[in-house]
């Protein structure tokens, strides 16, 4: 059992807050940030999403069972909350899947500057809900394709296929813009 | 193996999940195909790109709010299903007090209310002078008791 699966169930036995604590000061950037981006949020919905998604953590205290890490299952809530979050919204203009320009040129070597960064944000709020999720928790989060999986209740394959797939569009969509 | 696939393998040495034979093979078509090797460049750099997006933290209001949230509820036992039901109905509790008020109240005065229709509750609530001392008090007014007490009145007043 991981670290922090046992701090969670010593809480759940304990009700100490202190491990409450421990627990939230580890993850609520990383779930904060992770929602913003999977959901496409602004800091303030992803701050009231993250409300509730500790929230939960207090509530369910004492029943969570170890089937999953606690970092999955917190995970696991965090996402499905920012996919609710992305199907109340209306409805954006998804990327054009069929846009592949197989003969642009030109590396994308400038991503990392700041008028960039808006642009590759922007990318990912087009492409559609999963493939960012995917994306997210893998080049945000370092969570490898099994970890992802389970968060997203879906195979080790279509991870694979949803990060492609979601990189490759990023990418022609990047280079519309850039080029 | 077409673009398609070597593009693939891409996508999973970026996440370092290629396997040492298939990195081997990918190098080899990287070497020989310019398009697959932009491809691979751009990969990286959007990469980068993810990778580099500003963090953002979350309020103090917020912590503060979640840190007294679980402090209240040090020691207490989680909250049950019929807890988190009204919990997640707040704007309901009030008119369920309400509700609950005037079930009781409905309850008493439809329970009064057949008592005083029922004779024999009546008897049983409402006490009534005896036989004999509507016997004596006929005695010393005589005629209708009713009547009585309209002497009794007048003899007060």
């Known amino acids: 059992m991981d670290k922090d699966t046992g701090i969670y169930l010593e809480y759940g036995q304990t009700g100490n807050p202190a491990l409450f604590r421990k627990l939230y000061d580890e993850y609520k950037v990383?779930?904060?940030?992770?929602?913003?981006?999977?959901?496409?949020?602004?800091?303030?919905?992803?701050?009231?999403?993250?409300?509730?998604?500790?929230?939960?953590?207090i509530q369910e205290r004492g029943r969570f069972t170890p089937r999953a890490k606690f970092s999955t299952w917190l995970y696991r809530i965090a996402t499905n909350r920012a996919f609710n979050a992305v199907r109340d919204r209306k409805p954006t203009v998804a990327m054009d899947e069929s846009l592949e320009d197989e003969h642009a040129q030109g590396a994308l070597d400038l991503l990392v500057?700041?008028?960039n960064r808006e642009l590759v944000k922007k990318g990912l709020e087009r492409l559609n809900e999963r493939s960012r999720a995917a994306l997210v928790l893998r080049e945000y989060e370092e969570?490898?394709?099994s970890e992802i999986a389970e968060i997203m209740e879906c195979s080790v394959e279509a991870v694979e296929s949803l990060l492609f797939h979601g990189r490759s569009r990023l990418r022609e969509w990047l280079k519309g813009r850039m080029s | 193996m077409m673009h398609e696939d070597f593009r693939k393998m891409v996508s999973r040495r970026l996440d370092r999940a290629l396997e040492a034979?298939?990195?081997a093979v990918l190098e080899a078509h990287l070497a020989a195909c310019p398009e697959c090797r932009?491809?691979?460049?751009?990969?990286?750099?959007v990469k980068k790109g993810l990778t580099a997006l500003p963090e953002e933290r979350p309020s103090?209001?917020?912590?503060?709010?979640l840190l007294e949230k679980a402090q209240t509820t040090e020691g207490q036992r989680p909250a049950s299903i019929l807890d988190r039901l009204l919990g997640a109905l707040p704007a309901l509790r009030p008119s369920l007090a309400y509700a609950a008020a005037a079930m009781v109240i409905g309850a008493?005065?439809?329970?009064l209310g057949f008592k005083l229709s029922n004779p024999t509750h009546r008897q049983a609530v409402v006490p009534f002078i005896s036989e004999e001392e509507a016997r004596l008090f006929d005695a010393?007014?005589?005629?209708?008791?009713?009547?009585?007490?309209?002497?009794?009145?007048?003899?007060?007043?």
């Open chain 1, 113 to 115: 500057t700041g008028e």
């Open chain 1, 30 to 57: 990383r779930v904060l940030n992770t929602m913003m981006r999977i959901g496409s949020l602004s800091l303030p919905e992803a701050e009231d999403l993250l409300q509730e998604v500790f929230m939960k953590v």
């Open chain 2, 108 to 111: 008493f005065a439809g329970g």
């Open chain 2, 38 to 45: 932009v491809y691979a460049a751009d990969m990286e750099s």
């Open chain 2, 21 to 23: 034979k298939d990195k």
């Open chain 2, 140 to 157: 010393d007014y005589p005629g209708s008791i009713a009547e009585a007490l309209g002497e009794v009145r007048k003899e007060k007043l």
């Open chain 2, 60 to 65: 103090v209001a917020i912590d503060r709010f």
């Open chain 1, 143 to 145: 969570k490898s394709y």
